[in-house]
């Protein structure tokens, strides 16, 4: 027994109330989720987006402006997935409509409202507490904008950090640049063929293989997905942390990055999926041009890592995955208070 709970007993003694007290605590110590913190040490100002899985909550806001060396924080609950990433080049005007040169979500306002970024762009994606674990990466399979670190703090587990530290724009092929070396595309974009996409008879991790285009990206950023199936090096776990996602991370950060030890996940279950718009939250929908699963853009939702499907329906953020484990676990935890109330008050 939890003996925190033991002075709460002594108030409340064996009542109806002591059980709501006990069911209150245990929902709550359920659904805490993680604390996210977005840190800009870019040089320029960097627009965040921010889209949710269906399903999942919107947290406080879908896009806002970060200025160089600010941060800003979020509270996103257990069982929350979806993605982050910066725009950059943006101008909005009084009434906040505007567009971005990179990153844009297409909303023509600073908020994304529910719409994901236009390749190419860096993405952070998670899923707090699946199957009591969160599942974070950070993609390339969209392209490259700008650098990004995801850091974990406070939780248990191998809880590694990830990203991609180098300034791929400099590297990018000029069949693949953008602009004035502005973003670096997905080979999946700038040529739009099976073997690149994962699509058609690529579209499994036997036929769909690394390509020069993406061995480049992977050789930048060893701990990045750089296509669809990239899987074993690229997605990391951790229990109970809050997370740090830093645009343009220091020297100490890149360090951080290239001597964790990378972790292969090895969980074998995941959350049911089903057939739905990439990352989308409620009637949005986003965009990606790099993976096509199961169907346009899900996975096949059976296996983490043990056929590549799901994770890397992860990496291109596939939007239609049902509750999490967790969330389940909370709706089951409530269920239980209902039926510990009724019990208790029997005893009356």
């Not at 027994?1 to 709460?8: C, H, I, N, S, Y």
């Not at 947290?59 to 600010?70: A, I, K, V």
């Not at 089951?332 to 208070?337: E, K, P, R, T």
Request: with cysteine.
């Amino acid at each position: 027994m939890d003996l925190g709970l033991l002075p709460l007993r002594r108030r409340l003694g064996s009542s109806p109330a002591y059980a709501l007290a006990l069911c209150l605590l245990i929902v709550s110590k359920g659904v805490s989720g993680a604390t996210f913190t977005f840190v800009n040490k870019c040089e320029y100002t960097v627009w965040p987006g921010i889209l949710a899985n269906a399903g999942s909550p919107s947290l406080d806001s879908t896009g806002f402006e970060l200025p160089s060396d600010t941060s800003r924080t979020f509270q996103a609950p257990t069982g929350w997935s979806g993605r982050f990433w910066g725009r950059t080049g943006c101008s909005f005007d009084g009434s906040l409509s505007g567009t971005c040169l990179t990153g844009d979500c297409g909303s023509g306002q600073l908020e994304c409202n529910g719409l994901g970024a236009a390749p190419p762009a860096t993405l952070a994606e998670f899923t707090l507490g699946s199957g009591g674990q969160d599942f974070y990466d950070v993609s390339l399979v969209d392209g490259y904008n700008l650098p990004m670190l995801i850091e974990g703090s406070g939780g248990s587990g191998a809880c590694a950090s990830t990203g991609c530290s180098a300034d791929l724009n400099r590297q990018c092929p000029a069949e693949l640049r953008v602009g004035e070396g502005d973003a670096c595309k997905s080979a999946c974009e700038a040529f739009g063929s099976p073997e690149y996409c994962c699509s058609g008879a690529y579209n499994s991790p036997v036929t769909c293989r690394p390509t020069v285009y993406s061995e480049m990206f992977k050789s930048a950023c060893p701990r990045s997905y750089s296509y669809a199936y990239d899987d074993a090096t690229s997605t990391f776990t951790c229990t109970g942390a809050d997370y740090t996602v830093t645009f343009c991370p220091s020297s100490t950060s890149q360090k951080t990055a290239r001597d964790s030890t990378p972790m292969t996940a090895t969980t074998t279950t995941t959350p049911a999926q089903e057939s739905g718009s990439e990352f989308g939250s409620g009637t949005g929908t986003g965009t990606g041009t790099g993976y096509s699963g199961t169907g346009s853009m899900s996975g096949s939702g059976q296996a983490v890592l043990a056929d590549g499907s799901w994770m890397a329906g992860l990496a291109m953020g596939d939007s239609s995955r049902t509750a999490s484990p967790c969330a389940l676990q909370s709706s089951a935890a409530i269920c239980l208070c209902f039926l510990f109330l009724m019990i208790s008050s029997f005893h009356l």
